[in-house]
């Protein structure tokens, strides 16, 4: 297998990092950790956030942006991730009000391509992160999740996939990872099961449902950048469910390199 880089979303540790935002990151550094993903930058000026990055030894993957902020403020996002060095501008989410319908899809696969072309044009790569509901409708004959796809280009929009929501939704993350070979530079490495509610409960990576030495597997075969390890909701500290998950990734996947 290749080696692949191993990130932490920030949005795990929203608590900690609106807590103290500089003394986490130096805590993710000293786990261990290669990179974040951000999920908002607790209100530092680029030039300081990115003179932090530097000082510990943390690489900006890219961050979540949501999408207003992308119809509203494009070139400000642009700018803030050039400047802390970062590759990825990343939709993570579509509202309700926004997805009811394949029309409303459609809008938005065309407004992606346009923010993926502007990216790119910047020297940026746009790629969009999926949940569960992507699964859920059609464009089509095809679930949202591969319609946006095969409706923009590659070099455009590119995927970040979140191995957990796309089991969740009943599909195996196995299959849907070399579909997307080549186009997939950025996978969530999470784990889940279900609650009693049918729910989402998302664990520590080794404790749930994922065949995540499989998904690893998938992943360097399929020309994945950086696994990104999150965990929607902790129940141990969220610093200490980093770390054991980052010590699983380690034991199961770093020392059999």
Request: net charge negative.
């Amino acid at each position: 297998m290749r080696r692949l880089g191993i990130g932490l979303q920030l949005y795990t540790l929203r608590n900690e990092t609106a807590a103290d935002f500089a003394g986490t990151l130096r805590k993710v550094a000293q786990l261990g950790y290669e990179g974040v993903e951000f999920a908002g930058y607790g209100g530092l000026q680029a030039e300081e956030l990115g003179a932090l990055l530097n000082e510990i030894g943390l690489k900006a993957i890219g961050a979540h942006v949501s999408l207003q902020s992308l119809e509203e403020d494009l070139q400000g996002q642009i700018d803030y991730i050039k400047a802390i060095g970062g590759q990825y501008l990343i939709c993570p989410y579509v509202g309700d009000d926004r997805r009811g319908t394949p029309e409303d899809w459609q809008k938005l696969f065309s407004f992606f391509e346009e923010v993926g072309a502007e990216a790119r044009k910047q020297g940026l790569t746009f790629a969009y992160h999926n949940h569960a509901f992507e699964f859920e409708l059609k464009v089509g004959d095809e679930y949202v999740f591969d319609a946006m796809y095969s409706s923009t280009s590659p070099e455009s929009v590119q995927v970040e996939m979140d191995v957990c929501w796309v089991q969740f939704a009943g599909q195996d993350p196995l299959a849907y990872i070399p579909r997307y070979a080549g186009r997939l530079p950025l996978l969530h490495l999470k784990d889940f099961n279900k609650d009693e509610q049918g729910g989402m409960q998302t664990l520590e990576l080794g404790q749930g449902v994922v065949d995540l030495k499989g998904v690893i597997a998938a992943a360097s075969d399929a020309g994945v950048e950086w696994l990104i390890v999150e965990q929607d909701n902790c129940q141990n500290p969220p610093l200490q469910s980093v770390e054991n998950s980052l010590n699983w990734v380690k034991e199961n996947y770093l020392l059999s390199l």
